[in-house]
């Protein structure tokens, strides 16, 4: 059942109708993020009984994997609590992960600091995968040019390029990932887009880009598709074949391995920081720590009064957003000035510009010629 016109708020989260004009609710008042929640972590095990069963043969696949060679797999570490206590615990499980750290230009000192200490501690190698600065920014201009939300979509697509290249060279068959049902299940439709539509990277930046030409961004494309299903590489999602609590792991982290907390999610980048904090309220509306807070009141680990509480704090101090404002301006080489003539365009879609779905979304009866498609743009890539 959808809503009734009265109600505009989940009895159970914090989201409202303005935060999501799309979302409906059951006759509980139970909106459709809450409904979508359940199902998902109906399938997350939630003991440690529950968990053995299900780790006991992805842990053996893994090392039956790595024999012979220096790692069983390959974790993105970032400095921040999933990263961090993913490490923790693939010790625990006596894997050897070869730990890549994607450094993009945004890091803060705080998340080197934290990094250092979980390889230090943990005897881990390390290797840091740094982007092109030019190539990256050159991006994230052509991003804020064209008005489009998810700018974070360039480091997450590059995040995943990196790590799939790393892991094709050192012959590592199993990538670990930090996506998580408990903490992460949350996010509306238009808050985000599609992270793995090289086409839509493409087109944006041959429409908003400088015009210089990219010189080592790692594109996911079909090529490397390609090669990736060769190589027979499987994406191990940790977090939801285990009973992960954030707090819990906070706590273990500290303990075990010195680790500094940061004031937000994903604050190791000071991009990010400000992505959530200034670019995303004050041009799109959208404030991500409904959605954070939401997440966490589901899995259990807040009351809904709590997160009430927490969401009525500042996003972004205003010490910090100034700060922040400048640095992040003077990195990609824009006057505040011109920053914020950016930030008073209009949005725009990324289905506003070339993806993989367009052609077939306008022409439906086209749906049919799809594989014959996909296998063009294979040859095209070759």
């Not at 306008?362 to 743009?377: C, D, G, Q, V």
Request: net charge negative; proline share 5%; with cysteine.
């Amino acid at each position: 059942m959808t809503q009734t016109q009265s109600q505009s708020a989940c009895t159970r989260c914090i989201m409202t109708m303005v935060d999501d004009p799309q979302t409906t609710f059951n006759e509980e008042g139970l909106c459709n993020h809450c409904q979508s929640f359940d199902v998902a972590f109906a399938r997350v095990p939630k003991t440690t009984e529950e968990s053995a069963v299900l780790l006991a043969p992805i842990i053996a696949e893994m090392k039956a994997a790595g024999q012979g060679k220096p790692y069983d797999c390959l974790l993105g570490i970032s400095g921040g609590v999933d990263s961090t206590y993913i490490a923790l615990l693939l010790k625990r499980l006596g894997l050897r992960p070869l730990c890549v750290h994607f450094d993009n230009g945004w890091n803060t000192e705080l998340a080197v600091q934290n990094i250092d200490r979980v390889v230090t501690t943990l005897d881990y190698d390390l290797e840091t995968y740094v982007i092109d600065w030019d190539d990256f920014r050159e991006l994230q201009l052509a991003y804020l040019r064209a008005g489009v939300i998810d700018i974070e979509a360039l480091s997450d697509h590059a995040i995943y390029g990196a790590l799939y290249e790393l892991a094709i060279r050192n012959g590592i068959g199993h990538i670990i990932s930090g996506v998580n049902v408990a903490t992460e299940q949350f996010l509306p439709g238009h808050w985000i887009y599609d992270k793995m539509d090289d086409a839509n990277i493409r087109d944006i930046y041959r429409k908003h880009g400088g015009g210089r030409p990219l010189r080592n961004y790692p594109f996911l494309d079909a090529r490397q598709r390609r090669r990736i299903r060769s190589a027979g590489i499987k994406i191990v999602e940790i977090l939801n074949v285990i009973p992960f609590d954030v707090q819990e792991a906070r706590a273990d982290i500290i303990r075990e391995l010195g680790w500094v907390p940061y004031d937000g999610k994903h604050h190791e980048s000071i991009f990010t920081r400000f992505y959530q904090g200034y670019i995303l309220p004050r041009k799109f509306g959208v404030d991500k720590r409904k959605a954070h807070l939401s997440n966490l009141v589901c899995s259990g680990m807040l009351t809904r009064e709590e997160a009430l509480f927490e969401f009525q704090q500042d996003i972004y101090p205003p010490d910090q957003a100034r700060d922040d404002l400048e640095f992040v301006c003077k990195k990609l080489r824009l006057s505040v000035e011109e920053f914020e003539v950016l930030m008073k365009e209009p949005p725009r879609r990324h289905l506003d510009f070339e993806n993989y779905r367009w052609f077939f979304s306008r022409y439906p009866l086209a749906k049919p010629l799809l594989p014959l498609w996909r296998r063009y743009k294979a040859w095209k890539s070759a």
